[in-house]
């Protein structure tokens, strides 16, 4: 115990923390960290480390990382569906072929349903689509309702524009099919 020389108040300080024992991974050497998922020893180990992994196996690493984390996916899982998707968008209707490149990387669709957010339990996972279309399914909710009324949306006013008087075509026809 010791007294808070300002407040007069005795604070109690304690005797053991938290610690475990553990291997760095840099220099096999055990020590004692207060965080259970310490990697190395020290701050020259880490930095050893890091010069260790080159630009593009710590891109990996961090990749697995991310995959791990956020979809419960090893990155064995993942290449394999890139594999059976041929490098492509899992929509059907969509010619996206996926390169390395910004703005060409597949992302992970995966059941709102069943794990809204950003992570997932793992189980709920789709398939690999282009950024364009996983942005569509997710303002559209991943509603089929909402979806198949877009694509109805579409299919008048793609009449439309093929009609002559256009606009007011498409209102007459929707009044003589509401009465």
């Known amino acids: ?68 984390h956020s979809f419960k996916l090893s990155l064995q899982d993942y290449n394999s569906m890139l594999q059976i998707q041929e490098n492509r968008c899992a929509n059907a209707e969509c010619k996206k072929v996926f390169t390395n490149t910004f703005g060409s990387r597949p992302t992970i669709d995966h059941d709102h349903s069943c794990c809204p957010g950003r992570q997932t339990c793992g189980k709920c996972v789709r398939g690999l689509l282009c950024e364009s279309c996983n942005h569509g399914l997710g303002q559209f909710k991943d509603s089929v309702e909402k979806l198949r009324g877009a694509a109805d949306y579409l299919e008048i006013h793609k009449n439309l524009l093929t009609t002559a008087n256009g606009f007011d075509t498409v209102l007459s026809e929707a009044q003589k099919g509401a009465e």
């Open 1 to 68: 115990m010791s007294i808070n020389p300002v407040s007069k108040t005795i604070r109690k300080i304690p005797i053991f923390s938290k610690t475990c024992y553990q291997i760095c991974e840099q220099c096999q050497i055990g020590f004692l960290s207060k965080k259970t998922n310490a990697k190395v020893c020290s701050k020259l180990c880490r930095s050893r480390r890091r010069n260790r992994l080159s630009p593009d196996n710590r891109q990996a690493e961090q990749k697995a990382a991310k995959l791990k």
